[in-house]
């Protein structure tokens, strides 16, 4: 049987997973997120995707091992994870009222292929208050999120609209990663 690995500790990813009904551990990849500022955000979440990847795969080099990344870009600007609330209420004041992009890069690492790819979702907010970022604030919620909202939970009601694949902004686009790991070779 194959050994699929999701190279993550994030318990959104894990969940997202579960749901597929897969057989899988998780091995938390602790690499360098550091970047060249000059990346264009699809080649950021493509690179770190993959040294999560290759990270785990070195100590489970039969495995199947998928590495993931997300990022938001509001203007042009690249926003992580918050690192306090005062960074968290400006990133949300900044998306307000408007459309902004969400990327996540997934590698695909195995015995024999080594493949990335990303999935871009445009995300429209609606024009918030500076009551209502603060009650969301309120909840902890943003604080290990990009862009500092996560849309499967009090997120949501922020956002007016999303154009492209809901999943992605979750943190993995689970239909083409799926795709992705059969043409790699994985049997489901």
């Known amino acids: 049987m194959q050994n699929l690995i999701l190279a993550s500790s994030s318990p959104r990813r894990k969940e997202l997973l579960e749901n597929l009904q897969l057989s899988f551990n998780t091995v938390s990849s602790d690499v360098d997120e550091h970047y060249d500022p000059e990346w264009k955000p ?7 995707a993959f040294r999560k990847a290759k990270f785990v795969f070195k100590d489970y080099p039969a495995s199947f091992v998928i590495g993931s990344d997300t990022v938001v870009v509001n203007d042009n600007h690249v926003l992580g994870k918050p690192q306090n609330r005062e960074e968290a209420f400006s990133m949300l004041k900044s998306l307000s009222g408007k459309t902004h992009s969400v990327y996540t890069g997934v590698a695909i690492v195995t015995p024999t292929n080594e493949q990335t790819f990303f999935e871009k979702t445009d995300v429209v907010f609606w024009e918030l208050s500076d009551e209502e970022i603060n009650k969301y604030l309120d909840t902890g919620e943003p604080f290990d999120k990009a862009g500092s909202y996560g849309i499967q939970g009090f997120g949501r009601l922020l956002v007016k609209g999303i154009t492209g694949d809901y999943f992605s902004v ?8 799926m795709r992705e790991l059969i043409k790699a070779g994985y049997v489901i």
Do not use: C, K, Q
């Open 42 to 48: 699809d080649r950021i979440v493509m690179e770190l």
């Open 170 to 177: 979750v943190g993995l686009p689970v239909a083409r990663t």
